[in-house]
């Protein structure tokens, strides 16, 4: 990462750092419908938060890659909704919050840009960009699958696990993430209807990829 781009990344990681130091803690103190409404909180500030702190910092290209991801972070929980309601793969414990489709949480919609956003901001200030999508989206997603245990998130179903969490949807999330850079690379000079239309593509591309790696490693 060059001298130029080491303000953005370092205040980008400081964001994260404290907003999940709160956010971890708080989570794991909580249950119940108490846990739910937490969540649902975090999502939202979340999302105020980033674009906020990077409008007051100066980094006005932050906010063009959250609005990129944002529509993507909306039509994900469909594919989770799909492993809930027609594979049997997926549980989400009730919190008390609405649900999509009565079987994801709403809260979920806000939450798949924290890890999205961070992996293709960091990714794309390297000189290999796809590469280290690949490794940080491995590692992230990894975290969040064995996290989702303690933090009450989702538990899976008949499906082969390791440490707690199941193994089929680590290939498919790396792929979602280069998906995503793939698409922002190509698009984010573009308008917002070819931006949401890339986003319900690359959900449809990442429910398909999830059937796949089911069939392969469940």
């Not at 529509?71 to 999509?100: K, Q, Y």
């Amino acid at each position: 990462m060059s001298r130029a781009i080491a303000p953005s990344v370092r205040d980008a990681l400081l964001f994260h750092g404290l907003f999940f130091a709160v956010a971890m803690p708080l989570a794991l103190s909580l249950e119940g419908a108490s846990l739910g409404m937490a969540l649902l909180l975090l999502a939202i500030g979340y999302n105020i938060a980033l674009p906020w702190v990077g409008h007051q910092r100066g980094h006005v290209d932050w906010l063009p890659l959250w609005r990129f991801l944002l529509p993507l972070s909306f039509a994900l929980p469909c594919a989770d909704w799909v492993l809930v309601e027609r594979m049997g793969t997926l549980n989400f414990p009730d919190h008390g919050i609405p649900r999509l489709g009565g079987a994801v949480p709403i809260y979920f919609m806000g939450l798949w840009i924290m890890l999205l956003w961070q992996v293709l901001w960091l990714a794309q200030h390297t000189a290999r960009p796809y590469l280290w999508t690949a490794v940080f989206s491995f590692v992230g997603f990894v975290f969040w699958e064995w996290a989702s245990h303690p933090l009450a998130l989702w538990q899976p179903l008949g499906v082969q696990q390791i440490a707690g969490f199941a193994l089929y949807p680590i290939i498919p999330e790396v792929l979602l993430s280069l998906a995503a850079l793939f698409f922002w690379r190509l698009l984010k000079h573009e308008g917002l209807f070819a931006q949401v239309v890339a986003a319900l593509g690359i959900a449809v591309f990442y429910t398909g990829a999830l059937a796949l790696s089911l069939l392969w490693l469940g």
